[in-house]
């Protein structure tokens, strides 16, 4: 069945945060520590198509210990923030794709697609409710998860007649209170995180706990994240457990890993690819194997490594390990190229440059 065109009704937190206790964890929000005082729920069902949007106050959810997600892991997300500009206004950064991409991941996983309509009223509908907890200054702001679930009280191997939408939301701080660093790498030579077929291009939450035995093996090693070899012939660079990579080389050149099926179609991935161009860079989408990583690196043809995802924007990668070496790019700071992409990226988020792209959403 066609959903009806969003709507939403409204119900306000009576417990709400007092303005002194919102203040106080604005003021040192960290990420994903605290919650608003709402969040937007709907369902789904065959009869009805996606219906009952509403924003209610932020609280747990009733899950029967029969709920199929519980068994069959029928379940998406998303990722996005909102951020407040000088001028006290307040914007999205691409919620279009962030819609286009749950259509994708909720395609794969059997789930129905929420028009995109539904997507960004749900967002904006949240943000606006909660308008008082956006954090402002340097890199804060604040981080909305949109996810969908298979609610039918059920224990048969079959796509839910009954799924759930929610959107909460997370005041975050900046990603590097320290300023931004180098982090360290180990390379997984045991796990995949996807395979050909499966559902690496997909944002559910299945890809991310692959990913999770590896990266305590990482940490055991001294590093903070993994990087995932290809499932088949273990030999080509797909992704971290959660960023997409990059390699910038002597000549100015940029190459990323391209898009194989079992590598996250990253938003904040594509915007990077597109601002590099802007700054004059030549950006390469191909295969990069686990070699030409180590040789480039040893022999200075591969000057700068970084990472990119929603939270911290861009990451720098200083050095890589594997069991039995290591190699190290840079000098313990952020690459400059990395810096300079990073800054205009930043820039536009925040509304310091122009929005070439029509990337910004504002919430009215």
Not at 338 to 363: C, N
């Amino acid at each position: 069945m066609t959903s009806t065109p969003f709507a939403a009704t409204v119900s306000r937190n009576p417990a709400a945060k007092t303005p002194e206790q919102r203040d106080a964890i604005l003021a040192d929000p960290g990420f994903g520590n605290h919650f608003t005082d709402h969040m937007f729920l709907a369902e789904w069902t065959p009869d009805t198509g996606w219906a009952n949007g509403r924003v209610v106050p932020y609280g747990p959810l009733s899950i029967d210990p029969a709920t199929a997600v519980l068994h069959y892991a029928q379940e998406i997300f998303e990722g996005l923030k909102a951020y407040v500009h000088a001028d006290g206004s307040v914007w999205l950064f691409r919620p279009e794709a962030n819609a286009a991409r749950l259509q994708r991941s909720a395609h794969r996983l059997a789930l129905p697609e929420l028009p995109t309509d539904w997507f960004l009223g749900s967002v904006m509908a949240l943000v606006d409710a909660d308008r008082d907890w956006i954090p402002s200054g340097g890199e804060k702001s604040l981080y909305l998860r949109p996810f969908m679930f298979a609610s039918e009280v059920f224990l048969g191997v079959r796509p839910s007649q009954h799924v759930t939408y929610s959107v909460i939301a997370s005041p975050a701080g900046a990603y590097f209170k320290g300023g931004v660093k180098p982090v360290s790498i180990w390379l997984s030579s045991q796990y995949s995180r996807a395979g050909t077929g499966g559902t690496g291009a997909a944002k559910c939450g299945g890809n991310y706990a692959a990913s999770l035995l590896p990266q305590q093996e990482g940490m055991e090693h001294g590093c903070e994240q993994v990087v995932f070899l290809d499932s088949t012939e273990h030999t080509w660079i797909e992704e971290l457990g959660g960023m997409n990579l990059y390699f910038v080389h002597s000549d100015g050149s940029i190459v990323t890993p391209t898009l194989s099926g079992s590598i996250l179609e990253g938003i904040t991935r594509d915007s990077i690819i597109q601002v590099a161009r802007d700054l004059g860079h030549e950006v390469v989408e191909r295969r990069v194997s686990i070699q030409e990583w180590r040789e480039g690196v040893a022999d200075g043809s591969i000057t700068e490594v970084f990472a990119c995802g929603t939270a911290a924007v861009i990451t720098p990668v200083g050095t890589l390990k594997w069991d039995g070496g290591e190699v190290t790019s840079g000098d313990g700071e952020a690459g400059k190229v990395t810096s300079d992409i990073r800054s205009a990226l930043i820039d536009i988020q925040y509304g310091r440059a122009e929005d070439r792209h029509g990337w910004l959403t504002r919430v009215s």
